[in-house]
Nanobody, 123 residues
Framework: VQLQASGGGLVQAGGSLRLSCAAS????????MGWFRQAPGKERDFVAA????????YYADSVKGRFTISRDNAKNTVYLQMNSLKSEDTAVYYC?????????????????WGHGTLVTVSS
C-alpha cells in the first residue's frame, strides 16, 4: 500500500496549486481519504477529508472556502485544490487513508500515509 503525494512547489500569495495523491497497491474506493499538513516547528494538523463515495467533505476552518478536496476513484487518486494561498499555508502536505472510522479529523484514524509534498507560499 503506497500513497504518493505530488504537486507541491513555490507559489506567491494569492496563487493556486493542486495537490494529487495517487494510490498504488490497493484501491481507495472503499476508504475515506484525508489531507494533513505540518508547518515548520509545528504539529501536523488536519486540512481536509472526503468520504469514500465523495458525498461528504470536511475542512479545517483555516482553509474553508479556499481549498477543495475531491477524488477520482477510477484513477485511484485524491486531489486538493488550493486557491488564495497565504503564507501561513506553507507546510509539508500529507495524504492519508482513513482506516474505516467516521472520525476524519484526527490522524489517529488514518492507517497509511504518503511521504508528503512541500508547499511554500511567498508573501
Amino acid at each position: 500500500v503506497q500513497l504518493q503525494a505530488s504537486g507541491g512547489g513555490l507559489v506567491q500569495a494569492g496563487g493556486s496549486l493542486r495537490l494529487s495523491c495517487a494510490a498504488s497497491g490497493h484501491t481507495i474506493n472503499n476508504y475515506g481519504m484525508g489531507w494533513f499538513r505540518q508547518a515548520p516547528g509545528k504539529e501536523r494538523d488536519f486540512v481536509a477529508a472526503i468520504t469514500r463515495s465523495g458525498g461528504s467533505t470536511y475542512y479545517a476552518d483555516s482553509v474553508k472556502g479556499r481549498f477543495t478536496i475531491s477524488r477520482d476513484n477510477a484513477k485511484n487518486t485524491v486531489y486538493l485544490q488550493m486557491n488564495s494561498l497565504k503564507s501561513e499555508d506553507t507546510a509539508v502536505y500529507y495524504c492519508a487513508r482513513n482506516s474505516g472510522y467516521t472520525n476524519y479529523l484526527s490522524e489517529t484514524y488514518y492507517d497509511y500515509w504518503g511521504h508528503g509534498t512541500l508547499v511554500t507560499v511567498s508573501s
